[in-house]
């Protein structure tokens, strides 16, 4: 009876937090210097149509649960779980809190997805610390999608991953990040790692009290 008990307990678990999961969006693009000052020694020149600086990968992670703030008129913020950022190939460490904002325009022209730091509304708001070869800078990460790709709800949208429609950049004190026409934001979602064990967790209780009942059936020789 002790292990009938411990059984249903274990797949009780598993049924109540499968459903929790984390939403991943991911896209590259460019950065480069704009000023005579280059603290993370990235070069480049500011000017999109000369191909130089740096490349990006950015990945930004939250829970799909998570329920959305304003952030503008047209604007619904989220918070971030995590993120990973690479400039040039190498890592850069994301410092403090932040978060991904999508913002769909009255005319449907556009939809926008803006990385940064609080409300961090295109070109307003507070930019996300980056630090980056011994250097911290506060910086944007934006990306220009075609209009209806997403609608604003409480929680994060999820939808198929989007080329872009067009090339946008982000301003800081001494960088421009550029996302790039055609890029693709790749978005994927996913069960958090502790439902996944919970579940195995679920079925292999299960399946241990079958195979007790099993057992409990065998008649004697």
Not at 167 to 196: G, H, I, K, M, R
């Amino acid at each position: 009876m002790a292990f009938l008990l411990v059984s249903s307990v274990c797949f009780t678990l598993s049924v109540e937090s499968i459903d929790a999961g984390i939403v991943s969006y991911s896209w590259t693009g460019r950065i480069e210097n704009r000023t005579s000052i280059d603290p993370f020694g990235i070069g480049g020149d500011g000017v999109f149509s000369t191909v130089d600086g740096m490349n990006y990968e950015l990945t930004v992670r939250l829970d799909d649960s998570v329920i959305g703030t304003p952030a503008s008129p047209e604007g619904r913020q989220f918070a971030v779980s995590s993120s990973e950022l690479k400039i040039g190939g190498i890592d850069a460490e994301i410092l403090g809190s932040s978060v991904l904002v999508f913002i769909q325009r009255d005319d449907s022209n556009r939809n926008d997805v803006v990385y940064g730091g609080a409300f961090p509304f295109h070109f307003g708001g507070d930019p996300v610390s980056v630090k980056f070869n011994g250097a911290t800078e506060g910086l944007y990460f934006a990306m220009r999608l075609p209009g209806g790709t997403f609608t604003q709800a409480d929680n994060p949208p999820i939808f198929p991953s989007t080329l872009s429609k067009s090339a946008l950049q982000s301003l800081s004190t001494n960088y421009v990040v550029y996302s790039l026409q055609d890029s693709l934001l790749e978005v994927s979602s996913v069960p958090e790692p502790s439902s996944l064990i919970l579940l195995v967790t679920g079925v292999l209780c299960l399946l241990g009290y079958s195979r007790w009942r099993k057992r409990d059936v065998i008649p004697a020789a």
